[in-house]
T-cell receptor
Framework: KAGVTQTPRYLIKTRGQQVTLSCSPI?????VSWYQQTPGQGLQFLFE???????NKGNFPGRFSGRQFSNSRSEMNVSTLELGDSALYLC??????????????FGEGSWLTVV | GDSVTQMEGPVTLSEEAFLTINCTYT??????LFWYVQYPGEGLQLLLK?????DKGSNKGFEATYRKETTSFHLEKGSVQVSDSAVYFC?????????????FGTGTQLKVEL
């Protein structure tokens, strides 16, 4: 079956703009989480959604937000973009939250460049 | 808080050499442990996992054993290939606030040469 799908794959934005990234989880998966990957900070957890509710949030400013729809698809938004927001944004999905060994699968990522 | 420590890279090996990438962790409770691999320009692929002490995860010739007494989850492969060149991430998962969250190590770049 299809994996985690993220769109767009590549985008370039200007400082001060906002951006919306989209994620479709694996069919049947109800948990979606987002991670930011940068050379300096590595992989950092942004937030996680389950049944349209945010379950967990990482240590990022309020400019970073997300939501999940009733079909489990998710979007994340970054407002007032800064140069430091340039990163690979990874979406991940899993069947549920909690439980030992709940496996988390990642998409290919969205490469955001802020100029 | 939870943390994962991986050996520094890059690691450069000749084809058919033995690979070990060290990973140790700090976590409250009983985490699940994972190895993910990232090829250039791609996302993360799950390589293997272990959910409890003494479990051994294995896939594509890679193995790792969940050692609770040493809080370690070292990745090994008996004979690496050029196609194994990638960045390898050790990660742990705990149930935090009712959800799942992965905490990653910094990644270890592996280069395999002919």
């Amino acid at each position: 079956k299809a994996g985690v799908t993220q769109t767009p794959r590549y985008l370039i934005k200007t400082r001060g703009q906002q951006v919306t990234l989209s994620c479709s989880p694996i069919s049947g998966h109800r948990s979606v989480s987002w991670y930011q990957q940068t050379p300096g900070q590595g992989l950092q957890f942004l937030f996680e959604y389950f049944s349209e509710t945010q379950r967990n949030k990482g240590n990022f400013p309020g400019r970073f937000s997300g939501r999940q729809f009733s079909n489990s698809r998710s979007e994340m938004n970054v407002s007032t973009l800064e140069l430091g927001d340039s990163a690979l944004y990874l979406c991940a999905s899993s069947l549920a939250v909690g439980g030992s060994g709940n496996t988390i699968y990642f998409g290919e990522g969205s490469w955001l460049t802020v100029v | 808080g939870d943390s994962v420590t991986q050996m520094e890279g890059p690691v450069t090996l000749s084809e058919e050499a033995f690979l070990t990438i060290n990973c140790t962790y700090t976590a409250t409770g009983y985490p699940s442990l994972f190895w993910y691999v990232q090829y250039p320009g791609e996302g993360l692929q799950l390589l293997l996992k272990a959910t409890k002490a003494d479990d051994k995860g294995s896939n594509k010739g890679f193995e790792a054993t969940y050692r609770k007494e040493t809080t370690s989850f070292h990745l090994e492969k008996g004979s690496v290939q050029v196609s194994d060149s990638a960045v390898y991430f050790c990660a742990l998962s705990t149930v935090t606030g009712g959800g799942n969250k992965l905490t990653f190590g910094t990644g270890t770049q592996l280069k395999v040469e002919l």
